[in-house]
């Protein structure tokens, strides 16, 4: 009785647990190639401390994609849930502040030219 809205269940989770590790993974990248001067200046924690967060959220959210562990199964584990806000906080505060700090050639009013 309960067996396709299981299986219906599992592949909503599972797609959600891919899109976590895509956010993961975006803001991942991001913080790699924005230069370590940048946080400091935007007045954000250091480039160090965001990669060990990003990186272990990333971990996260790919143990939940691939279902290491049982992770994910069911509902999604606290360290998902937690990894998918450290990514969002990233992706929503500190991303926005450091951009304008991003290394690059020649900047004009509405961008590089």
């Known amino acids: 009785m309960f067996g396709p809205v299981n299986s219906v269940l599992s592949l909503v989770f599972w797609l959600l647990s891919i899109g976590a590790f895509i956010l993961s993974v975006w803001?991942?990248?991001?913080?790699?190639?924005i230069p370590s001067r940048a946080f400091p200046a935007a007045g954000?924690?250091?480039?160090?401390?965001?990669?060990?967060?990003?990186?272990f959220a990333t971990l996260f959210t790919?143990?939940?994609a691939v279902n290491y562990g049982g992770m994910g199964t069911g509902l999604p584990s606290i360290f998902t849930i937690a990894a998918v806000i450290a990514a969002g906080i990233y992706l929503a505060d500190v991303k926005p502040a450091v951009n304008e700090y991003r290394g690059g050639g020649n900047q004009g009013p509405y961008g590089p030219w």
């Open 62 to 64: 790919f143990a939940a």
């Open 27 to 33: 803001a991942l990248v991001h913080a790699v190639r």
């Open 44 to 55: 954000k924690q250091t480039k160090q401390l965001w990669l060990i967060i990003l990186g």
